[in-house]
């Protein structure tokens, strides 16, 4: 069936004539219509408006007639609400009058936009429950979480809605779901896609778009559509010698690999993650690669307090604006309390703080960066404990968040802070048949060699490419 391939898939079936463009893009319609009641990963959506962009032709891009969502966060759709899961975003002003950059290459590609996935408030969260649109539910296990902030496209990859949806990661956004959801995750490094027209200086330092796939192939060829820097654009990253879509066909030749298994005063890994991490190491080097195990170049504390800073600083920046643009006061029901408490402390952050946070930052790059003088790539757990039971991570209650936020970004956050490229490869199930994540990270400009690599592990250690709730349609 259409709805099953992958992106690339359906775009060679599609400009084949084996299937229509509009075939395609109703199969997607009719599985969101029958699933997303019990995921809730779909929040707005434009059928018709997808549907009349089919009929009026579409433009001959690489991925014409792929269908995909939008996150709704920090990327815009013209005509669907803007909210980033947040009360305070919603209603008046809320519908964007215009595509972000990001998705005017989408659409250049020959994509179909049919709507908008769900966040946690303002992507402040490793879970997706947003008071404002309710929990997104994993679709391997629909009582789990399936993790955020990318949650809901992640969903909606994974219970196969669509092929591809786009992500973004600040801390761990497109990796913590990746690794819950059984999806192939990769953040791309600092500045590899433009953040337009979104001015986001601060956070852009640790924040970036890119999707959730299926497979490595359609996220290297998102990549080629996503990649590249708007003239103007605070930070662009190192120039690729090839497409990324060339790079995940290519051999990485035998690489210098270092695991790491535990993090300094960080979190306990449990056994399966643990389990997932070693599994993988063993198949690099049976695939010729050199594994060493060695010990992580940062403390997670650490990394979190710069992250807080940069991240907190923008929270502040976004909820002044809307509250200038409303005209009044900050309500106590306009924000979640764990946003509360983010934009209370961020609020008291001195520019002294900020160019501390900035400074803090480039030496944990350098910390890093010292390690890539010995390994070609970085090995660990995605995440320090499997995906949670919805509720766990109740922003309600941010002393409970904050409880469990270390063993989500322990060992994502780093390469936000840092700005380098990582990606989190399935590998293997937990004891309760939920999807484990391995990540692999690399220095500025290594989104090649991270490609390769992925695909080199699909071949070996294949992994499921739809959930149990898709498998059902």
Not at 25 to 38: D, H, M, Q, S, Y
Not at 227 to 251: Q, V
Not at 302 to 311: K, Q, R
Not at 382 to 407: F, I
Request: glycine content about 12%.
């Amino acid at each position: 069936m259409a709805d099953r391939w992958d992106a690339v898939a359906t775009a060679s079936a599609t400009a084949g004539g084996e299937v229509s463009v509009r075939d395609v893009v109703e199969a997607a319609i009719a599985r969101i219509e029958k699933l997303n009641g019990e995921l809730n990963a779909v929040i707005h959506t434009r059928f018709d408006e997808a549907r009349a962009e089919v009929d009026a032709g579409l433009p001959d891009g690489p991925l014409r007639g792929v269908p995909v969502l939008v996150k709704d966060l920090g990327t815009e759709v013209a005509g669907l609400p803007a909210t980033g899961g947040s009360r305070l975003f919603a209603g008046t002003g809320a519908v964007a009058t215009r595509d972000s950059e990001l998705v005017r290459r989408y659409r250049r590609a020959g994509m179909v936009v049919l709507g908008t996935t769900n966040t946690p408030e303002l992507g402040l969260n490793a879970g997706t429950e947003p008071t404002l649109y309710g929990p997104t539910r994993n679709p391997w296990n629909t009582g789990h979480s399936p993790g955020g902030s990318s949650g809901g496209s992640a969903a909606a990859v994974s219970a196969g809605l669509v092929p591809v949806a786009h992500a973004s990661d600040g801390g761990g956004s497109i990796r913590i779901p990746a690794a819950a959801c059984g999806l192939f995750g990769l953040k791309p490094g600092r500045g590899r896609v433009s953040p337009a027209p979104r001015p986001t200086t601060l956070s852009g330092l640790v924040s970036v778009h890119h999707a959730l796939t299926r497979t490595v192939r359609d996220s290297a060829l998102l990549l080629d559509i996503a990649a590249g820097p708007l003239l103007g654009d605070a930070y662009a990253a190192p120039a690729c010698d090839d497409t990324f879509a060339a790079c995940a066909r290519r051999d990485p030749g035998p690489l210098r690999i270092g695991l790491i298994t535990a993090l300094p005063d960080g979190p306990a890994v449990h056994a399966d993650t643990l389990r997932a991490a070693l599994d993988a190491a063993r198949v690099c080097e049976e695939l010729g690669h050199r594994v060493v195990e060695t010990v992580a170049p940062y403390r997670p504390d650490d990394v979190g307090a710069t992250s807080a800073a940069l991240m907190g600083s923008e929270v502040v920046a976004q909820i002044d604006a809307r509250l200038e643009q409303l005209g009044r006061p900050l309500r106590d029901d306009d924000i979640e309390p764990l946003t509360r408490v983010i934009y209370d402390h961020s609020c008291a952050l001195t520019g002294a703080d900020i160019s501390r946070a900035l400074r803090r930052a480039q030496e944990i790059g350098w910390q890093v960066g010292a390690a890539f003088e010995t390994y070609d790539v970085l090995l660990s757990p995605t995440l320090a404990q499997p995906a949670p039971r919805l509720g766990t991570l109740d922003t309600r209650r941010p002393e409970t968040v904050y409880e469990h936020a270390a063993a989500h970004s322990a060992f994502t956050s780093v390469y936000n802070v840092t700005g380098m490229p990582a990606m989190s490869v399935p590998f293997g199930r937990d004891g309760g048949g939920l999807p484990l994540g391995v990540q692999f990270a690399a220095p500025a400009g290594g989104e090649g060699t991270l490609l390769a690599l992925a695909a080199q592990l699909e071949q070996a250690a294949p992994w499921d490419l739809t959930a149990p709730l898709g498998n059902g349609c």
